[in-house]
């Protein structure tokens, strides 16, 4: 099994910054062969992809509408990813998940691809 633990959501006004985490553990988890990643679900809609990141590799996609906003990365050491979220908009407001899955490939269709592992969430709230 893999845990992970996300961090960092809140309440921020329109065009800041703000920054999850996602600490993972278990015994299952080795760090070279997964991928991470961030998925979102706003109020009445589905989940959807937001990013992700081939942590040997450190190949990433993203989703169109945080391209250029949002950089996925990851520390080694702590086995934790990040998303830092810039220029944050109203319509960024969802309840952001981290998830992780067994990848060897870094191919970006993969990446979006379906994930096994999942946190509990952390609520993002972008006001005007």
């Known amino acids: 099994q893999v845990q992970l633990v996300e961090s960092g959501g809140g309440l921020v006004q329109a065009g800041v910054s703000l920054r999850l985490s996602c600490a993972a553990s278990?015994?299952?988890?080795?760090?070279?062969?997964?991928?991470m990643g961030w998925f979102r679900q706003a109020p009445g809609k589905e989940r959807e992809f937001v990013a992700a990141?081939?942590?040997?590799?450190?190949?990433?996609a993203y989703t169109d509408s945080v391209k250029g906003r949002f950089t996925i990365s990851r520390d080694n050491a702590q086995n934790t990813v990040y998303l830092q979220m810039n220029s944050l908009k109203l319509e960024d407001t969802a309840v952001y998940f981290c998830a992780a899955k067994v990848l060897n490939s870094p191919l970006p269709a993969l990446l979006r691809g379906q994930y096994y592992y999942w946190g509990q969430g952390t609520q993002v709230t972008v006001s005007s």
């Open positions: 990141i081939h942590w040997r590799t450190e190949a990433t």
């Open positions: 278990g015994r299952t988890f080795s760090s070279n062969s997964m991928a």
